[in-house]
């Protein structure tokens, strides 16, 4: 597979990375033997960038995948996140104080198995603690040879620049693909006006753009789409009219729907590595297949007409409270 820089600080990677939380949480039950071979499955296929954070779990999933990168791990680029108080009932709130971060990194690199954290990302941004603060601690990690190369994760174009100027940031990890298009206004131009990469997260729509969603009611108890306000009533029914037609382009080139949703993402700009989760080789194989799938100017404006709006709010209204916009 070829790669993709982020950045201008020199941070190369796969044109599609894997993101493993769903391995670990949300997704229904886990299959750790399954997980580690699909991550090293992901390496024969070219695939090196690989997504993670402390809260996935909590903790389980950069340990899975710290025993799926031993003796690999200079085969790979390792992606965490830090930026949430995690107790004994799970996740909390927001927590950036940079006693944390320092805290959760050393966390990090122990259960991943390694001496530095290629991408650091805040997870997301802690309106009580002054960005400058955050990417300041973020910066010493750096000098301390622990991270190589740091990133924001849902943060606004004000909250963006304000941390660049301390320190380079090479990434913004955030929802992006054909049914979500929020960054197209505001964050994406100011991204390459700063030199930022973009590493959109659900870039298949959570399985709408696959053709594989069902009804919220449909999913087993603790499915993170039981309670998406996209997968509800009459959204569901309006986002999958727009889904059909990714499938008819799907089936006039001979691919799946959702190869063509990545390969429209991969088409949007060289600074976009999306990062598709799965925990099964067989849609790995899938969805790197999709680096290949060449889309003509008439088939990305059908999808680009079809899929300006998506019905229904990105999340509950708790998540939404923790995206910086």
């Known amino acids: 597979m070829h790669t993709r820089t982020l950045g201008t600080q020199g941070l190369t990677v796969s044109a599609l990375g894997l993101g493993c939380m769903g391995m670990s949480q949300s997704y229904g039950s886990p299959d750790d033997a399954e997980s580690i071979a699909t991550i090293h499955r992901a390496l024969e296929l070219g695939v090196t960038f690989f997504d993670t954070a402390e809260v996935y779990g909590p903790y389980t ?68 603690v002054p960005i400058e603060d955050v990417v300041g601690t973020m910066a010493d990690l750096v000098r301390q040879g622990k991270v190589r190369f740091l990133g924001l994760s849902e943060a606004g174009v004000q909250t963006i620049r304000r941390a660049h100027a301390v ?6 990890q955030s929802e992006y693909s054909l049914w979500e298009r929020n960054l197209e206004a505001e964050i994406i131009p100011a991204l390459r006006e700063l030199g930022i990469g973009l590493v959109p997260f659900s870039p298949l729509g959570r399985g709408f753009l696959t053709g594989s969603a069902r009804r919220a009611e449909d999913y087993p108890e603790g499915d993170y789409r039981r309670g998406d306000p996209r997968f509800q009533g009459e959204n569901f029914d309006a986002n999958m009219r727009a889904a059909g037609v990714v499938a008819q382009i799907a089936s006039e080139l001979g691919a799946t729907p959702g190869q063509v949703a990545l390969a429209w993402l991969l088409y949007q700009g060289e600074d976009l590595v999306p990062i598709p989760g799965t925990k099964r080789r067989r849609y790995l194989e899938e969805n790197v297949a999709a680096a290949d799938l060449r889309l003509d100017a008439a088939r990305l404006q059908r999808l680009n007409d079809a899929l300006p709006a998506v019905a229904g709010a990105r999340y509950g209204e708790e998540m939404m409270s923790y995206v910086d916009r």
């Open 61 to 128: 999933n950069e340990t899975l995948l710290g025993r799926a990168l031993e003796g690999r791990r200079d085969g790979a680029i390792i992606a965490t996140k830090f930026g949430w108080e995690i107790g004994t009932q799970g996740r909390g709130g927001l927590d950036s104080r940079p006693s944390h971060i320092r805290e959760a990194v050393e966390g990090s690199l122990e259960r991943l198995r390694t001496d530095r954290i290629d991408l650091l990302y805040q997870h997301r941004v802690d309106p009580q």
């Open 167 to 172: 320190h380079p940031i090479s990434a913004l």
